[in-house]
T-cell receptor
């Protein structure tokens, strides 16, 4: 059973702080990792993808991947109230010929 | 126009009724998916299709069926709706390039079975 685990939260951070969201996965052959943001009642929106160990930065977002520890994280710098949402971690296997497996999501609340 | 369009956006139906949820896309993607989302349970895969002639069950396919009418169209049917199928349903698409790609989601269909 392929699993993706996330802390459900809510994670509360003050405005301007760094929010750190974590995800672990069980399938060692997983090669592609994604972070989606989902506002309440809306569809998930892809915000980051990462394929190699290390850090990948895009604006205020940084994705971090450690395949040895089977761990992927998302850092949000200078958090804004508009970042308040549920963040979904998703992974898939080496070939890409299997559907993404999603975690249940972490709810982030940024307090002004 | 949206790249991935789901209809209807909202639907209330009675127990035992047959209902179809439709999804169409203009992204030219080969792969299409149906997920349902329930509070606290995340996104769960119902069915997926990697091309017009390919249909695969996901983790929660019981009580559902699908039809891939064309590359751009993928419909989900509930043959006899029951209240625990009340959920938010999402269609998603992806292409086949690269070693792994993200999905584009439709806006969702909120289904209530009474």
């Amino acid at each position: 059973q392929k699993e993706v685990e996330q802390n459900s939260g809510p994670l509360s951070v003050p405005e301007g702080a760094i929010a750190s969201l974590n995800c672990t996965y069980s399938d060692r052959v997983s090669q592609s990792f994604f972070w989606y943001r989902q506002y309440s009642g809306k569809s998930p929106e892809l915000i980051m993808s990462i394929y190699s160990n290390g850090d990948k930065e895009d604006g205020r977002f940084t994705a971090q991947l450690n395949k040895a520890s089977q761990y992927v994280s998302l850092l949000i710098r200078d958090s804004q109230p508009s970042d308040s949402a549920t963040y979904l971690c998703a992974v898939n296997a080496r070939s890409g010929n299997t559907p993404l497996v999603f975690g249940k999501g972490t709810r982030l609340s940024v307090i002004a | 126009d949206a790249d991935v369009t789901q209809t209807p956006r909202n639907r209330i139906t009675k127990t035992g009724k047959r209902i179809m949820l439709e999804c169409s896309q203009t992204k030219g993607h080969d792969r299409m998916y149906w997920y349902r989302q329930d509070p606290g349970l995340g996104l769960r895969l119902i069915y997926y299709s990697f091309d017009v002639k390919d249909i695969n069950k996901g983790e929660i396919s019981d009580g559902y069926s699908v039809s891939r009418q064309a590359q751009a169209k993928f419909s989900l049917s509930l043959e006899s709706a029951i209240p625990n199928q009340t959920a938010l349903y999402f269609c998603a698409t992806s292409d086949t390039t690269g070693t792994g790609v993200g999905y584009t989601f439709g806006s969702g269909t909120r289904l209530t079975v009474v």
